[in-house]
């Protein structure tokens, strides 16, 4: 289904990949409109700012309650189906948002969009999957491009409809991207006939993962308090208890442990863990550098920000071109490495003064970088799996991914912290130490890229 003869792919595939990435582009520029406009909802509803982090914070622990399920939801329900319900309900939680009076309202309606969102963000990259076949590098990289704009667009668009308009329509501008990808699903998606398993839904299992996931993404945000400590340990013990339970049950359990006793499932899935690191860790240090340590305005930050996005835009576009000729391993190791030393000009520039035109130059290198680890390594954990176990493994490889973002942002926090102590507020030295353990990061993405295989091989290859 994935190619014809002359070797040329599949209409149907490019109508998949055009599908799902409405989904993801949707959820993508919300959390980018949400992030930077913070300040502004919380001062039209009366609360404080710590009050109105809790939009996004309880958007993303709702999101890692729900990403366990998501494999069993589409063995159960079918995949089209439960993409429809899900995108469905993400523009009606955008409704809900847009409505909302009070900032308590507000949050419910977030709390209720990261529910269905930690069902849907996983989403794309199966269903892609499902269909590309050899074609997965290839077609994730153009898939994901409309992906890489919410983070591009979204500040200019935050900007442009807050100066016009009341912070409503920052989420009512969501519903015609939503009817529209909608429609476009009902006509375009392929049936899931012959894909749905009656799969009995694992309670147990989902008791242990579910809070564990929350539990240790919340007590990540909090480490350095004492009941975020608490909860890490708490978060850590039932992750643990699951391990242990799904190694009896097997295929049985919620999500099969034992795909991580595959080298080649294992491996990319500690890729992805590092990479997703490397992506958190530098949004959290490079920002905090560029204005609390170099005095930059907001706009100036957001401005040289955006090569990052840039760059990763780049490379994927060539992303199949480039696995093709130069194979899985290399081209991923070569992005981490490409990453970690476009690092390095913001470790120099700590201790020595800051140029925009170096900062400018490593963050869209950086950004090339970092587009070239993901993709090869989610289609190296793919090639592992028939089709069949698809749903389980993809949602087993986005816990991994989506882990790694609160490990290394709580990483990158500690070290600023460590740091403040011994330095003046506005000293950028002090920043020397996230950029190491930020590179740190990219050293320990580089050693698991080199592990990936030295090219993909799809079942049809063996």
Request: hydrophobic share 55%.
């Amino acid at each position: 289904m994935n190619a014809n003869p002359a070797g040329r792919i599949d209409p149907l595939v490019w109508k998949v990949a055009a599908v799902v990435s409405i989904g993801s582009f949707m959820a993508q520029m919300d959390s980018t409109l949400v992030n930077v406009s913070l300040s502004t909802i919380g001062h039209a509803l009366g609360s404080p700012v710590a009050t109105a982090q809790w939009i996004v914070s309880g958007y993303l622990l709702a999101m890692a309650l729900m990403l366990p399920l998501n494999g069993w939801l589409v063995d159960r329900v079918g995949a089209k189906r439960l993409y429809l319900f899900s995108f469905a309900a993400f523009t009606l939680a955008s409704m809900l948002c847009a409505v909302a009076q009070t900032m308590q309202q507000l949050i419910g309606a977030r709390v209720f969009q990261g529910l269905v969102a930690g069902v849907l963000a996983p989403m794309a990259q199966m269903m892609i999957g499902r269909v590309a076949g050899k074609n997965m590098e290839r077609i994730m990289g153009y898939a994901t491009l409309p992906i890489l704009l919410g983070p591009i667009l979204g500040p200019v668009l935050a900007g442009a409809v807050l100066a016009k308009a009341s912070w409503p329509w920052l989420f009512l501008i969501n519903l015609p991207v939503g009817a529209s990808g909608i429609a476009l699903a009902i006509l375009l998606l392929p049936p899931d006939a012959g894909l749905v398993q009656r799969r009995r839904f694992d309670f147990a299992g989902f008791a242990l993962i579910s809070p564990g996931l929350v539990a240790l993404v919340y007590g990540f945000q909090s480490a350095a308090h004492t009941s975020g400590q608490a909860l890490l340990v708490a978060g850590a013990a039932l992750l643990a208890g699951f391990v242990w339970y799904s190694k009896r049950h097997g295929e049985s359990a919620l999500i099969d442990v034992t795909m991580f006793a595959q080298r080649s499932f294992a491996v990319p899935a500690v890729t992805q863990f590092f990479a997703n690191g490397m992506l958190y860790g530098r949004q959290l240090a490079v920002p905090l550098y560029l204005i609390a340590g170099c005095g930059l305005s907001t706009a100036h930050a957001g401005a040289l920000l955006a090569a990052t996005g840039v760059g990763m835009m780049a490379s994927f576009a060539c992303i199949g071109f480039l696995t093709e000729r130069l194979g899985c391993r290399v081209l991923a190791a070569s992005g981490a490495l490409l990453a970690l030393l476009a690092t390095i000009p913001f470790l120099w520039m700590t201790g020595h003064s800051f140029s925009t035109s170096v900062a400018l130059v490593s963050l869209f290198l950086a950004g090339v970088g970092q587009g070239t680890i993901s993709i090869p390594s989610i289609a190296a954990a793919y090639a592992s799996m028939p089709k069949a176990r698809l749903p389980v493994a993809n949602t087993a490889l986005n816990i991994a991914q989506r882990i790694g973002g609160p490990v290394a942002t709580t990483l990158v926090s500690m070290a600023v912290s460590l740091a403040v102590q011994s330095s003046s507020a506005g000293e950028p030295r002090r920043f020397l130490p996230a950029f190491a353990a930020l590179a740190g990061l990219h050293l320990l993405c580089f050693a698991g890229a080199m592990l990936l295989p030295v090219r993909v091989r799809h079942a049809s290859d063996r």
